[in-house]
Each structure stands twice: as C-alpha cells, then as structure tokens.
C-alpha cells in the first residue's frame, strides 16, 4: 500500500460513530466500551502466512498459540482480563485436518494458562495462504482502563523483559544458524507469552494508566504513544533490556525496532517509583528506560549525547516477513 499502517488508522477514524457507551475507540491496542456488567475491552488481530509467520520453520501448534497470546498481550495492555475469544480462520486446500488441529491445540494450551474461554467463529476457504484472526473481550481490572493517550509531564518510562528476543530468533529460524545459544530467543518468537504475573502486580500497585504491547519495535511503538498523548519521549540506548547474544553479535538495534516481543510498555508518575523500585530490587523483570517531556515523538540518547533514532520497526502495509 502506498500509506503507512498509521497513516490508514488515522484516515478510518472518521467511519467510527460517537456512542455514550464508547469510552475509548480507535487509537489504542484495544477498544473500551460500557456495558451493563461493567467495563469491557474488545481487542482483534490477526495472522497472515509469509507476513507474520512461515510454516516452513513454524509449526502450526505455535501458530495458533502465538496468535491468541498477541491478542491477550493487547487485552492486558488496556488494563483488562481476559475472558473469551473467536477465531476466524482462512484455510487453503493443502492445509490438513491435523494441522488444523495441532493449530487449535497451541490457541487451546494459551487460553488454558490465562483462563479464556472459546466462544466460536468461523472458517473460510482461502486459494493460496493461511491465515488466523482473533477476537478477545475482556474486562477492566483496574480502576482505569491504561491508554496510549495517558503518559504525562514528567512520567518515567519502563518496559517488562528484554527487547529484541524474538527477533534475534526469527533471525535464526530464517538462517538456519547454530541455535544452540539462542534457545531462549527462538523460544521468545515462538511462544511470546506476555508477562502475566507482572501486569497483576503493576494493576495491583496502580503504577501506571498509560501501556501498551511491545509488538511492532520499541521506537515504533513508543512514538505512537507519544502521539496519542501528544507528548516526546526521550530513552536512553545503555538502559534498555536486551538479550546477550544481541550484544555479542553487535545487532543491538533489534531490542529497538525488531518487535513481536509481547513485553508490555509502560509510563508511570515519579511518585510511583518507590514501588517500581521495590519491584526491581525483588528481582521482577521491569527496566526504567527514560522519561516523559514536553514536545513530540521519541528521542535516543547514549550515555547522555542525543543519537539518531535506530531503524526499524514493523509496519503492516512495509516489509513483509
């Protein structure tokens, strides 16, 4: 396509229609509606075969297990729990009926470890390629729903895990390279479970009302962000997590533009930082990586200098797997 993947969101946002039950609609990883049982958020996304996955170095178990994981990362990034989920799925003719199966058994297995439960969906045939689209409904747990919209003056930023694992092992599966030191990176592109218990625990300390996921790169993500909120974020390059064998094979740039990671991104209020800080020195898993100011877009610096932002970052209607 000649736009890019945010240039066609902002085009469409003028077909979604004012309601009173609507609390947060196009612009973020999920939408927020009112209902009567309470707060509810409707998140859907979907796979394609030789843009997000390759059946040649995936099998279909991992294809169906990752493709709800992403769309419960996006449900946990708006703050909410996941409850149910419909599938629809696009089969060609040489796909078979156990692969179909195993493909079941991997979305099966991810919905057993977050409690959600399969409402139906549909299938269709299609000529050439597979793919799979997810519809996840969850319901707020937080006092707030967490909005790109919401980082603030003054915010730190942080992130959960390491960047640029999935990469690096998307990158090995391509390349057919030793795996023997990058089982965790192979895994991580496989099976990218978000960081479950993690959220619980940012939910239950009501740190943050402004995430989202980490699944189109660090930078990409982190600048939509900042649109919404219509604020700059400034990171700073020695702080951000990244795997060693990223640094070992000098690709440092994949934990800033690689993506599919599911680690969740976050804003929180300095006021907060005792908590957060609490949480580092137990040794969960949650980097302070820089901090919210007045102006646009994201700024890197290193070791103090500003550096050119590193390249990258997954654009749907871009590069293509």
């Given amino acids: 396509m000649e736009i890019s993947e945010n240039s066609f969101i902002k085009g469409i946002r003028k077909f979604s229609r004012k309601s009173n039950s609507v609390i947060r609609g196009i612009g973020d990883d999920g939408a927020v509606a009112e209902l009567a049982a309470g707060r509810y958020v409707f998140v859907q996304d979907a796979m394609a075969e030789h843009v997000h996955f390759e059946l040649s170095f995936m099998?279909?178990?991992?294809?169906?297990?990752?493709?709800?994981?992403?769309?419960?990362?996006?449900?946990?990034?708006?703050?909410?729990?996941?409850?149910?989920y419909l599938v629809t799925v696009g089969i060609p003719e040489r796909f078979s009926s156990g692969e179909m199966e195993r493909m079941y058994q991997g979305m099966d297995r991810a919905a057993r470890?977050?409690?959600?439960?399969?409402?139906?969906?549909?299938?269709?045939?299609?000529?050439?390629?597979?793919?799979?689209?997810?519809?996840?409904?969850?319901?707020?747990?937080?006092?707030?729903?967490?909005?790109?919209?919401?980082?603030?003056?003054?915010?730190?930023?942080?992130?959960?895990?390491?960047?640029?694992?999935?990469?690096?092992?998307?990158?090995?599966?391509?390349?057919?390279?030793?795996?023997?030191?990058?089982?965790?990176?192979?895994?991580?592109?496989?099976?990218?479970?978000?960081?479950?218990?993690?959220?619980?625990?940012?939910?239950?300390?009501?740190?943050?009302?402004?995430?989202?996921?980490?699944?189109?790169?660090?930078?990409?993500?982190l600048s939509r962000m900042m649109d919404e909120s219509k604020k700059q974020a400034r990171i700073h390059w020695e702080k951000v997590p990244m795997p060693r064998p990223l640094r070992q094979r000098g690709l440092e740039e994949l934990a800033f533009g690689g993506g599919e990671d599911y680690q969740l991104l976050f804003t929180f209020p300095r006021k907060r930082l005792p908590v957060v800080a609490a949480m580092i020195e137990k040794g969960r898993a949650v980097t302070i990586i820089g901090e919210v100011v007045s102006g646009r877009g994201v700024r890197v610096y290193r070791h103090g200098s500003e550096i050119p932002s590193p390249p990258g970052g997954y654009d749907h209607f871009g590069e293509r797997m």
């Fill in 59 to 84: 099998d279909p178990y991992y294809v169906g297990k990752k493709a709800l994981y992403s769309n419960i990362s996006d449900i946990l990034a708006m703050g909410a729990e996941p409850l149910f």
């Fill in 113 to 221: 470890e977050f409690g959600v439960t399969l409402l139906g969906g549909d299938t269709v045939a299609t000529a050439k390629d597979l793919f799979i689209d997810i519809s996840v409904i969850g319901k707020l747990a937080a006092a707030r729903y967490f909005g790109r919209d919401k980082a603030r003056n003054g915010d730190l930023i942080a992130v959960t895990g390491r960047l640029g694992e999935a990469a690096l092992g998307l990158r090995a599966l391509k390349e057919g390279q030793d795996a023997r030191n990058l089982k965790g990176c192979i895994r991580r592109f496989l099976s990218p479970r978000p960081p479950y218990a993690l959220w619980k625990e940012i939910v239950k300390n009501d740190i943050t009302d402004a995430m989202m996921d980490v699944s189109d790169g660090l930078i990409l993500d």
